[in-house]
């Protein structure tokens, strides 16, 4: 089972963004800039604590959120997206017009299960 999965749209240009940049991560905050907007960044560029969870991998992308935004989204399954418009951080998708976003489901009674063990 996964908490976090990604669009076909949202696939393709990040797998640009690696093309272009190489090894990636995702990281949600809930805090500054677009603030509970995934953020793109070079594997490097942003540092990582005890405070950020591995939600899991897509596309070969580790994705991380800060455990206070967990907090408010542990029982949800988040799907990552793309849409056009410039979003206001420094995510490698804004220089293309592009913004990723995150569409939430309520997790199944056995996803809660599997997650809650």
């Known amino acids: 089972m996964e908490r976090i999965a990604i669009t076909k749209k949202a696939a393709i240009i990040l797998q640009q963004l690696k093309a272009k940049h190489g090894e990636l991560i995702f990281h949600q905050s809930g805090g500054c800039c677009d603030g509970s907007a995934p953020m793109v960044f ?3 560029d942003m540092y990582l604590d005890e405070s950020d969870i591995l939600l899991g991998e897509i596309e070969g992308v580790n994705f991380y959120m800060n455990q206070d935004q967990f907090e408010y989204w542990k029982h949800t399954h988040l799907t990552v997206d793309i849409t056009e418009g410039r979003g206001a951080s420094f995510s490698l998708e804004i220089p293309l017009g592009l913004r990723f976003l995150i569409h939430s489901r309520l997790l199944t009674d056995e996803e ?3 997650f809650n063990k």
């Open 112 to 114: 809660n299960a599997f």
């Open 42 to 44: 070079e594997k490097g």
